[in-house]
């Protein structure tokens, strides 16, 4: 096992380098000044293969494998939004992977279809493939989200602990629980999932050498994010993290890192800015080169620093940014303990340690029983209000303040995809009134103290006929402190509290029925004050003549269909 974990990452760190240049190509209209080959798109005409041609051949390649050695899960669900307020309510729409609008009332019909893994050629260590589609009609829209929505289609391979993906999948990034919490610093699941062909090893996979006390996993990914104010823009995405204990004990410790960067794209707007040399942001393999090692561009010793802004050469090229988690576990036979800790990171602020205060902290306790009526209780602290103090020196360790978090000079569609924010929900965009990004800045409140409770379990409603299972609940509320950014701050604080409950009951109809209800609600001065709820219905189908093989994140995501929250 040490030596096939040692071959992965040598494939994770070394030949996903690779994978994405014969799939970046310009979209836009060619930089005649381009100097760039034919790997990353030059303006003559190349044989190239797109993201779509590669998810076409995945996808016929899952079809060849037989459905009947594998499970086949088909979902329908029709629900409807409604709401006091022509704004949905915070928790109905947050951390659903983009598919509620922020607008209300709201008619949805979801239909999806998700093929996984093989098992047995998983056991045989053969590769296999699998896949899945959701497609999301809304009768309200978004500026720059529409009726129509395709948060699913993906195809996968996978060969003994490695895995590909290409398409876009729910995913959350980060250590954390993913059940209740308020949502991951870096990658919270309230966006869109991005388009990306991602290599991963996605379970933690033993070190050899170690004898089982050190496991790792990690991914490396390239994606499309498109953009508005700059167009074309594009994701380098990484994470390696480290687990100290073998999988059977009771202590686990780990560690890691996630690494994300917003590059290359096309703006008129930038021009006579001082931030940019032409339309074109930096887009090379160069670039792309730099941009993978995290180094400052002056610092980087791949670009030729004669075609590059100031900016550029004295930050980074790409907008920067993660978080290094921590976190352990502990378990007993009816209990589970898990403590974590997020510290994001943007610019050198973390490095010098002068934004320590800054972090996602969480505390969560389970217990075994599934059928308890109190079966998870979640505490998380969320605070962004330090950012290192309200300056910025770069020449100054101690004075590598001013973050702005989500927020970037060049890039000023911020850490979205589609006027989403990728990251946790709580720092929000500043949308204008129809819904679009004004652009002077990604978000206005970056700046935010935030106390979140979760609790789930189950309710004691065994004995009625009616049910077919379990009756389970859902509950979260968060209370928030926001202070603006500090170029603009709110001169008060804007305290804003919001809450949800959610209840998921499975009925003896039609074969077996899920209907899940909501109720949500809004109070402060943030946000409109505003009571809504979701009613839906839900029906699935599935084959499973083989065990499964374990489904992972973009599975456990439909436990709660109406509220599309994504599992631990």
């Not at 919490?181 to 309230?190: F, L, T």
């Not at 974590?340 to 610019?347: A, D, I, K, M, S």
């Not at 819904?435 to 409140?445: M, V």
């Not at 973009?554 to 929250?565: A, I, L, Q, T, V």
């Amino acid at each position: 096992m040490g030596i096939q974990f040692t071959q992965n990452i040598i494939l994770v760190l070394g030949a996903t380098a690779l994978f994405p240049l014969p799939l970046i190509h310009q979209r836009f209209p060619p930089n005649p000044n381009s100097v760039i080959d034919v790997t990353f798109g030059s303006p003559q005409p190349q044989k190239r293969y797109s993201l779509r041609s590669v998810l076409t051949i995945l996808l016929g390649l899952v079809g060849v494998n037989s459905f009947a050695q594998r499970s086949v899960d088909l979902s329908a669900e029709a629900g409807q939004y409604m709401t006091s307020n022509v704004r949905t309510p915070f928790w109905l729409r947050t951390n659903q992977h983009g598919i509620v609008p922020l607008t209300s009332p709201n008619t949805t019909l979801r239909l999806g279809a998700w093929t996984d893994y093989d098992s047995t050629r998983l056991t045989a260590r053969r590769i296999t493939f699998g896949g899945g589609v959701q497609v999301v009609a809304n009768t309200a829209s978004s500026a720059l989200r529409g009726n129509l929505l395709l948060p699913e289609l993906y195809a996968k391979v996978r060969w003994r602990s490695l895995e590909l993906y290409v398409g876009r999948r729910r995913e959350v990034l980060g250590l954390l629980d993913s059940t209740l919490s308020s949502g991951s610093y870096a990658w919270s699941g309230n966006a869109l999932p991005v388009p990306k062909i991602q290599l991963e090893i996605r379970e933690y996979a033993p070190l050899k050498f170690t004898k089982g006390w050190v496991s790792l996993k990690g991914n490396f990914a390239h994606g499309w994010l498109g953009g508005q104010f700059v167009q074309h823009t594009m994701l380098h995405q990484k994470a390696l993290y480290g687990r100290l204990g073998k999988a059977e004990h009771r202590f686990h410790a780990y560690g890691g890192i996630n690494h994300l960067v917003v590059w290359g794209g096309y703006s008129k707007e930038l021009i006579g800015s001082g931030l940019v040399t032409s339309a074109y942001l930096p887009s090379g393999f160069r670039d792309y080169l730099s941009l993978v090692t995290g180094l400052r561009a002056v610092n980087s010793g791949v670009i030729d620093q004669t075609k590059y802004t100031d900016f550029d050469l004295t930050n980074r090229v790409g907008n920067h940014l993660g978080s290094v988690d921590i976190a352990f576990d502990y378990e007993t036979d009816k209990y589970s303990f898990y403590l974590y800790r997020q510290n994001p990171y943007e610019t050198g602020a973390l490095f010098y340690g002068v934004s320590l205060a800054d972090g996602l902290n969480g505390f969560r306790v389970k217990v075994k029983n599934e059928r308890a009526i109190i079966r998870q209780v979640l505490v998380e602290v969320l605070n962004t209000t330090s950012q290192g103090g309200p300056e910025f020196v770069i020449e100054d360790p101690k004075l590598r303040g001013r973050v702005d978090y989500f927020n970037h000079s060049q890039f000023r569609d911020g850490w979205s995809y589609r006027a989403q924010t990728i990251g946790t929900p709580f720092i929000n965009p500043a949308l204008g009134p129809n819904g679009e990004a004004p652009y002077g800045g990604y978000t206005n409140n970056n700046r935010v103290q935030v106390t979140h409770f979760g609790l789930a379990g189950t309710l004691p409603l065994d004995g009625l006929s009616v049910f077919n299972g379990p009756v389970t609940y859902e509950t979260k509320l968060s209370i928030s402190n926001n202070r603006g950014t500090y170029r603009n701050p709110y001169l008060t604080a804007r305290r804003q509290v919001s809450g949800i409950v959610t209840v998921a009951a499975p009925l003896n109809l039609l074969g077996g029925l899920q209907v899940t209800g909501s109720l949500a609600w809004d109070s402060g001065t943030l946000y409109r004050q505003a009571i809504g709820g979701y009613l839906g219905i839900r029906k699935t189908w599935s084959n499973q003549t083989r065990a499964r093989a374990s489904r992972g994140q973009e599975d456990s995501g439909r436990s709660f269909p109406g509220r599309g929250g994504v599992r631990e």
